[in-house]
Nanobody, 115 residues
Framework: QVQLVESGGGVVQPGDSLRLSCAAS????????MGWYRQAPGKERDLVAT???????NYADSVKGRFTVSSDNAKNTVYLQMNSLKPEDTAVYYC?????????WGQGTQVTVSS
């Protein structure tokens, strides 16, 4: 099993930046892939970015060039640096870990972008 704890959400203005953190309860070397998803009110949960244990990274088209996913293996933590935030980025952001056939989710952290 993997426990995931997200942090770093908040209320910001358009154009601002935020960095989300996801701390895993085990070494991320043992996790096939970790990712960030988001869910806006009334919408489905969508992929934002993923990073595999081998370092392969994938982004949703809507965040390319603005968001950066990274990992700190020593801290068992994955980050999502979000720049140039837009109102449409408002959502609950969830951390995800894929281990073998299983997927684990964090509790989510709210990001609100509003003027």
């Amino acid at each position: 099993q993997v426990q995931l704890v997200e942090s770093g959400g908040g209320v910001v203005q358009p154009g601002d930046s935020l960095r989300l953190s996801c701390a895993a309860s085990r070494s991320i070397f043992s996790i096939n892939a970790m990712g960030w998803y988001r869910q806006a009110p009334g919408k489905e949960r969508d992929l934002v970015a993923t990073i595999t244990s081998g370092g392969r990274i994938n982004y949703a088209d809507s965040v390319k060039g603005r968001f950066t996913v990274s990992s700190d293996n020593a801290k068992n933590t994955v980050y999502l640096q979000m720049n140039s935030l837009k109102p449409e980025d408002t959502a609950v952001y969830y951390c995800n870990a894929h281990v073998g056939l299983y997927m684990y989710w964090g509790q989510g952290t709210q990001v609100t972008v509003s003027s």
